[in-house]
């Protein structure tokens, strides 16, 4: 199987970003976002978001952290960059002209809250259309005369297509996180702790030039049958589970699924494994593993532009013999970018008429996740990712199935 | 994290256990009363508050209420409802599609599944008896979406901000939540030993991020509070604290700033100590900066008494000749970072409260010979403070 065609728009995906370049792109799409929505700015406080529009790399904290150290993004309409409020200055794009680098901001306190007020005062007249992605209480409290809309369809709409140097950021955190997961598999024998997969992950990951690790890595040991999982509210599979120090034992099938970042970029990284000094999948095993490489086959042969997403989840369900390749609580496939997750996503409980509107455009991202659940082998997942281009699709992973063999 | 919910929590007795004692077994953490305590502490707040129902989001207040464990990412989440407390009902429901994690005392008709479709969301909460006709509902963040969601849900309710129900029950630790957060600092402190003998001249910032995630996932403790831990400071030029890690090389007889933390069943340990690279004897000038920061720290240390405020605790720095720091220097350490968060920007009013844990931190630096950042945890007393974190310092003892 090979890709069909791997042009965006004309331009081909560099082998290494131009990252001031890519800064430039996103900003351009942001503005005029922000001009079809008729607002006059955003303020952007998730860490994402505030990745996104500003290009600024901050070290990568726990939740609790995040909201008090936050990094926030105020991005005015027709100004040539977005404001960064930092603590890490080191972190900011070189090419940010300075008025725009400034100390940081604290919105979770009402102290915080004054400075904040001060800058929009600053930037926008009273009664601006603002945009926001998050709002605390202190700045309910302490910007009583702001009113905000939501930011979701504004960066939705400029985070769908990826442009060249986005996907080659994609690209080159995946390289990592497969790369490290080369040592991990190589180490992998009953008595070994989840954890202590990890920590070679870790330790990995930096060593091959990661920004960030994004999430806990999952190893999850599945159950062979589905009863024997956790329960769950729809009767289908626990996934994911997060990771303790349960002791691998011969014979465990483990999916496993993580995610590092690049200049801001996720990777996402998905396979089945089996714990074992010289792993041999079981013939159950091995045929759910062709049947996931046949629906994506099937999936691949139709992602061009102008395919929907409700075809290529019916596309999947046809190649599984009528059965949803995917769990219940995901989906077939989603997006990934400066989230781990985001649009487009194919096959969630959004429903049809959702995917029906979902049309494929070049530079769109999908990581492909079907799950192939033969009650008895412990199942099949694993993920690859493909960008759509002008005339097809391009992968931008590049992994073995180990110990699976055959399909490529 | 190894165990939000701490032994005791859904399948732990099962083949899920952990063995080798950091999340299997303690002879001083009794999770189940932790966790007893924790939600009698929360529902006597909302009661003190006057709040119906709390509607959280934040992973650490979603512990705090469910002792559920929650799978790990970095950054932000965007607000959403992940776990409803009610207070009429005496209730705690919780986002989560499976039992697997979640302590005994919570039901399976008490989970909500995932869904990404907002119309389900608000019928599956639509469903949560004590919502729709409650009062007073406090949340932990807000968004544009999340106005239209509590107008559906409890038009009545007006909305409030629940940190002050939140601070009141989390900010007093328990003994159980000192044990963990002793638990915690005994990792970060492992961490640091790992940091330290791999000091070579020569390793990167970035390789040595790897050596501290590699210790704390060792240690069956996988997740960081944050990683921002190594800073080498040039004897050459200016210095600034840089919480960013690169691939700049660390040259023999720099000072670098290690600065790891850990969890231990949800709750936070760190510390730092500031090293010299390679078998090099500090200068004159690096002792005397290290110097100086031991007795800014100890001077902070010894302020954070019940009843001090931010201000005062600013002056007590400013007492020292050193300049205001360019991080806040005083924060509050529980299930991650709490408040208050005090420096010479931020939290000037903030009352220090017995019972409090406080990471404090204290960073000199000069151009042309480094920079030396310290911290320890304390805890808040109506007497002497009392330190959590135990480490020496090495060459610039």
């Known amino acids: 199987m090979g890709e069909v065609g791997s042009l ?38 998730g860490t994402s978001a505030v990745a996104y529009a500003t290009g600024a790399v901050a070290p990568a904290v726990d939740s609790s952290h995040a909201v008090l150290d936050r990094t926030v993004a105020i991005v005015v309409s027709g100004a040539p960059a977005a404001h960064l409020f930092t603590a890490h200055p080191e972190g900011a794009p070189s090419e940010l002209p300075t008025e725009f680098l400034h100390g940081p901001l604290y919105p979770e306190l009402d102290e915080g809250v004054t400075t904040i007020k001060r800058a929009l005062d600053e930037l926008f007249e009273p009664g601006a259309r603002l945009g926001c992605d998050e709002l605390t209480h202190a700045m309910l409290r302490g910007l009583p005369d702001r009113e905000f809309t939501s930011a979701a369809a504004v960066l939705g709409a400029a985070k769908l297509c990826k442009t060249p140097d986005e996907l ?6 995946q390289r990592i996180n497969e790369l490290a997961m080369w040592d991990v598999q190589a180490m992998l024998r009953p008595g070994l702790r989840q954890t202590d997969l990890t920590a070679r992950f870790l330790r990995r990951v930096f060593e091959l030039g990661a920004t960030t690790n994004a999430i806990d890595p999952i190893w999850q040991v599945m159950p062979t049958m589905r009863a024997g999982g956790p329960w769950t509210t729809h009767g289908d599979i626990a996934f994911p589970l997060a990771t303790g120090d349960r002791l691998l034992r011969e014979g465990d099938v483990i999916w496993v699924d993580s995610g590092i970042t690049y200049q801001g970029y996720a990777s996402d990284f998905g396979r089945t494994w089996i714990v074992g000094a010289d792993p041999a999948p079981s013939a159950r095993q091995q045929a759910q593993f062709d049947r996931w490489a046949a629906v994506v086959e099937a999936v691949l042969e139709r992602c061009q532009p102008g395919t929907t997403a409700l075809e290529l989840g019916q596309t999947a369900i046809a190649a599984n013999e009528g059965v949803k390749p995917w769990i219940e609580h995901f989906y077939l496939a989603h997006g990934v970018g400066t989230d781990s997750a985001e649009m487009p996503l194919i096959g969630t409980d959004l429903g049809a008429s959702f995917d029906e509107r979902l049309i494929l455009q070049p530079g769109m991202v999908f990581v492909l996740e079907p799950v192939i659940w033969d009650d008895g082998a412990a199942g099949y997942r694993a993920e690859d990712i493909v960008a759509i281009t002008d005339d097809g699709w391009v992968p931008l992973s590049a992994h073995p199935y180990d110990p699976f063999v055959g399909a490529w | 994290m190894s165990a939000a919910g701490g032994p005791g929590a859904g399948s732990i007795a099962g083949a899920g256990a952990g063995v080798l004692g950091l999340t299997g077994a303690s002879d001083q953490i009794d999770f189940a009363r932790l966790r007893a305590e924790r939600r009698r502490r929360l529902f006597d707040a909302m009661a003190a508050g006057g709040v119906d129902v709390l509607v959280l989001g934040r992973p650490a207040n979603v512990a705090y209420a469910s002792g559920a464990q929650q799978l790990w990412t970095a950054g932000t989440r965007p607000f959403g409802p992940a776990c409803l407390v009610v207070r009429s009902t005496g209730r705690v429901h919780l986002l989560s599609t499976w039992d697997a994690g979640v302590p005994p005392e919570i039901g399976h008709d008490e989970l909500f599944g995932l869904s990404w479709n907002p119309a389900i969301l608000a019928s599956n909460l639509g469903a949560i008896a004590g919502l729709g006709d409650a009062a007073q509902v406090g949340t932990d963040g807000f968004s544009p979406g999340a106005r239209q969601l509590l107008a559906a849900l409890c038009p009545h309710a007006a909305v409030v901000d629940a940190a002050p129900v939140l601070s009141r029950a989390r900010t007093p630790k328990t003994p159980d939540e000192l044990a963990c957060i002793v638990s915690a600092a005994g990792i970060a402190e492992a961490a640091l030993s790992a940091l330290v003998a791999a000091l070579d001249p020569g390793v990167s910032e970035r390789q040595l991020l790897g050596v501290y995630a590699e210790a704390i996932a060792g240690l069956g403790a996988p997740t960081p509070p944050t990683e921002a831990v190594v800073c080498a400071t040039p004897r050459q030029g200016p210095v ?42 500090p200068s004159p000038a690096q002792r005397r900066l290290a110097q100086r920061s031991r007795e800014t720290l100890q001077a902070v240390l010894d302020a954070c008494r019940a009843g001090t405020t931010g201000a005062e605790l600013c002056r007590v720095w400013d007492s020292t000749g050193e300049a205001p720091p360019p991080e806040p220097f005083v924060r509050g350490v529980g299930l991650g970072a709490e408040l208050p968060l005090i420096g010479h920007r931020v939290g000037q009013s903030a009352q220090l409260a017995a019972g409090t844990v406080l990471a404090v931190t204290a960073w000199v630096a000069v151009d042309g010979v480094g920079g030396v950042l310290e911290q320890d945890l304390v805890l808040v007393t109506d007497g002497e403070p009392a330190r959590l974190t135990r480490y020496g310092r090495g060459p610039l003892a």
């Open chain 1, 8 to 45: 965006i728009a004309g331009a081909p995906i560099p082998a290494a970003p131009d990252l001031v370049r890519m800064r430039r792109d996103r900003g351009e799409k942001l503005q005029h976002q922000l001009g079809a929505a008729g607002l006059d700015g955003l303020v952007l406080m």
């Open chain 2, 240 to 281: 600034r604290l840089r919480r960013l890690a690169t691939d700049r090389c660390l040259a023999p007889g720099e000072l670098v700033v290690l600065n790891p933390g850990a969890f231990y069943a949800g709750y936070e340990g760190t510390l730092a100590r500031t090293w010299v690279v390679g078998a090099m004897v």
């Open chain 1, 168 to 173: 080659a950021c994609i690209r080159a955190a």
